[in-house]
Structure formats: C-alpha cells, structure tokens
C-alpha cells in the first residue's frame, strides 16, 4: 500500500468518478468512495474500494468519514449534470451543486483536508466568442448548471486563500467514451450526451438519432465538440492530485484536446464502429449550444503533465460501443 493519503471521491458511483477510482488505485492511492445513488450504481465502485452511502450535503456523515479513513485529498465528482433539467429546476441544481458542494469545502476545511480537485464544466463560459478557449475566457454561463458550478469554483478560490485549502478545478470539455478494459462505462438511464445516444442508437435501443441543427457555421453546418476520454480525464485528475502534492499552484484546468469534431464527424465514426448505418433525422437547433466548443489544452499539459494516451475520435467511439454493447448483453 502506498504512503499517499486516502482520496475521497464523491459521485465515484457516477460515470467519471468510476473511471477516476480506477486510475487512482493503479496510481497506488487508496480511494473511498461517498455516493448518494441517486444516479450512480453500487456495481460501479470495485468491491474492494470502501463505499459510503450517503450525500455530500450531510456534514456529520461528511466528518465521520474525512476522519476515519485519513483522507487528504478529496474529489468532487458528486453532482446533477443536466443542463435542461438544471432551467426547470434550477434551485434543485444550486442545492446539490453549490449548497452541498459549500457543505463539503466546509468539513474538509475543518477536517484539515489538504486538496481538493473538482469537477467543473465548459459551461462555465457560456458561448465564448474566440476558439480556442482559454481559462482566462470570460466565464458567462448561460444555464443554472453552469452558474451552479461556477460558484463552487469561486468558493474553492476563496477558501483557499483564507484557510490554505489546495485545490484544482477541472473545466471538462465533452466526456465520453469508456474504460478500454471494459471496467466501467456510462450507465445514464436516461442519456443526452451525443456518443451515448449514438450507441444506444447503434444497438437497438433507441430507433433513430436527432440531429440537433445542420445550420450552424462549421464545416459540415454541424456543431463543433472536443470529446475527450474518460480515462485520459481521470488520468488529469491524478496528475492534478500530484501536482498539489508536490507543491504546484491552486487553479482552474481546461480538459479537452485542443481540436473538435462536428455531430456529423461522431456519427460517422458511430457507424465504422458499428459497421452499419444509423437513421438519423435532422430537427431544429437545440437552444444553447454554442457553435463550437474547444479548449485550449496549454495550461494543464505545462502545469500538469497530462498526457492524453486516446485522443482518437474512433477509440472513443469504440470504446463507448463496446461498452453499450456490453450493457445491452446484461439487460437484455
Ligand atoms: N459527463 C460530462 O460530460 C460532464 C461534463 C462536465 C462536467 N461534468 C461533471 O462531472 C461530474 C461527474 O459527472 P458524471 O458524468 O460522472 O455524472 P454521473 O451522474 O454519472 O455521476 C454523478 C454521481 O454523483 C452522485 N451524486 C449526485 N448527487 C450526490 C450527492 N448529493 N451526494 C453524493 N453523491 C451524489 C450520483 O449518484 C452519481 O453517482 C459532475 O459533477 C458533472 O457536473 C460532467
Ligand atoms: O441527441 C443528440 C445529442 C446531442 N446532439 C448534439 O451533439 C453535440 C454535443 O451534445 P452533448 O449533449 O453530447 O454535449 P454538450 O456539448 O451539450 O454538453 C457538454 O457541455 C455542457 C455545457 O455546455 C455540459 O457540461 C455537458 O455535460 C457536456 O457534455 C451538440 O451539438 C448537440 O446539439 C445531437 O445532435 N443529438
């Protein structure tokens, strides 16, 4: 066993927080996972990983375990992700995402945890106007999911510079794709991310794929995505964790590769994965989606060392496919 402290990774019964136990404990870090299950699954933490059930928005639950496992470094991966859910129910999102994100800086403050890395989002810049995006972008979010998260951004800031709480805030660019061993995968019963709905598509569970707007300024009309892999994204957030071991600075990280793909590039590429076609419709835009959306990756590979090891739109493809495949076996 490693002489690393524990990591706590909230939402690691969730998509990326799996992902991110996984490359924790090939990293040699001991993980405990705190999930509340509202849209994780208990299958998803290994058995020998300790899980916690329970919200992050409980401080005494919160206290017990930053105590008994000696955590020092937590990862925030808990929270609601929809951004149409997040307008309909916008006081449900800053509930889970600020006030419970708020509850957790405040016990690892008091806990004396030393790091914290966090999940954020490119949508904490709105509709950005120059490509590629940089972290000192101006952040606009249009949606109460982006603002929600911004706000938790700010609060780690602060709380960093009055009590010494070390943290990185990961802006994600579009996840996607699946463990390349089968692992872990995207289990959302309900999905709205375009490679996962693509998939579903691919094996019958879903007749056809929307095509939400072929009216746009790209190069096939189509909007312009920087789909990253869930494990180089969970492999940053072990280079984040490094980085704070060793003394780097506090700060906010794009992740995404630097270059994008259009609706119609990652249909594309669904259909050589699958080896046959998808029925596709176009319908009207969807309200919004910026026209294009890529990082710019400077930042996090200087200060960081992330090295990317699938920046490939067919292995992100193959392996999300694989892992729909994978689900539609088990369920039937
Ligand atoms: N998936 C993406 O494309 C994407 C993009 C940008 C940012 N993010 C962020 O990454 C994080 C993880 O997203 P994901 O795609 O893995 O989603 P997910 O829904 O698969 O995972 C979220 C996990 O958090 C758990 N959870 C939710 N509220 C909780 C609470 N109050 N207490 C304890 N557990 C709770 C859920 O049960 C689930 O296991 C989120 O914070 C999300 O905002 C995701
Ligand atoms: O069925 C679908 C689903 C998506 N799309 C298109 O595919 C692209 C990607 O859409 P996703 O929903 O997969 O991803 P987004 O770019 O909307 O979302 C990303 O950015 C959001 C904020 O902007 C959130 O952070 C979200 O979690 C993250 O995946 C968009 O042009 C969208 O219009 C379709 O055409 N059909």
Not at 115 to 136: H, K, L, N
Request: proline share 5%.
């Amino acid at each position: 066993m490693s002489g690393h402290a524990t990591v706590l990774v909230t939402g690691g019964a969730g998509y990326i927080g799996a992902h991110a136990v996984l490359a924790l404990t090939e990293a040699g870090y001991r993980a405990v996972v705190l999930d509340d299950l509202s849209t994780g699954e208990r299958a998803a933490v290994p058995d020998d990983v300790p899980f916690v059930h329970g919200s992050v928005g409980d401080p005494d639950l919160l206290a017990d375990t930053l105590e008994r496992h000696g955590v020092g470094t937590v990862m925030h991966f808990a929270g609601s992700i929809v951004v149409p859910e997040s307008v309909e129910q916008p006081l449900a999102y800053y509930r889970n995402n600020t006030l419970n994100s708020h509850a957790l800086i405040e016990a690892c403050v008091r806990a004396g945890v030393e790091r914290f890395i966090f999940s954020s989002t490119a949508a904490v810049y709105g509709v950005p106007d120059r490509m590629p995006v940089r972290e000192d972008s101006p952040t606009e979010p249009i949606n109460p999911y982006g603002r929600s998260k911004l706000m938790t951004e700010w609060m780690l800031r602060d709380a960093a510079a009055a009590h010494g709480l070390r943290f990185a805030a990961l802006r994600y660019f579009n996840v996607a794709g699946a463990d390349p061993k089968g692992r872990a995968g995207q289990r959302s019963k309900v999905a709205t991310h375009l490679i996962k709905i693509a998939c579903e598509a691919a094996v019958g569970r879903r007749g056809e794929v929307m095509l939400f707007g072929d009216d746009y300024p790209t190069r096939d009309g189509t909007c312009v995505r920087d789909y990253v892999h869930v494990s180089d994204l969970a492999d940053a957030h072990v280079a984040a964790v490094r980085h704070l071991e060793a003394g780097g600075e506090n700060g906010v990280f794009n992740c995404g590769y630097g270059h994008g793909y259009t609706v119609r590039e990652v249909l594309d590429a669904v259909e050589r994965a699958a080896g046959k076609p998808l029925s596709v419709r176009v319908v009207g835009r969807r309200a919004g989606d910026p026209p294009e959306l890529v990082a710019a990756k400077d930042r996090i590979v200087a200060a960081l060392g992330w090295q990317p090891r699938h920046d490939d739109l067919d292995t992100i493809v193959r392996t999300a496919l694989a892992w729909e495949r994978r689900l539609a076996a088990a369920t039937g």
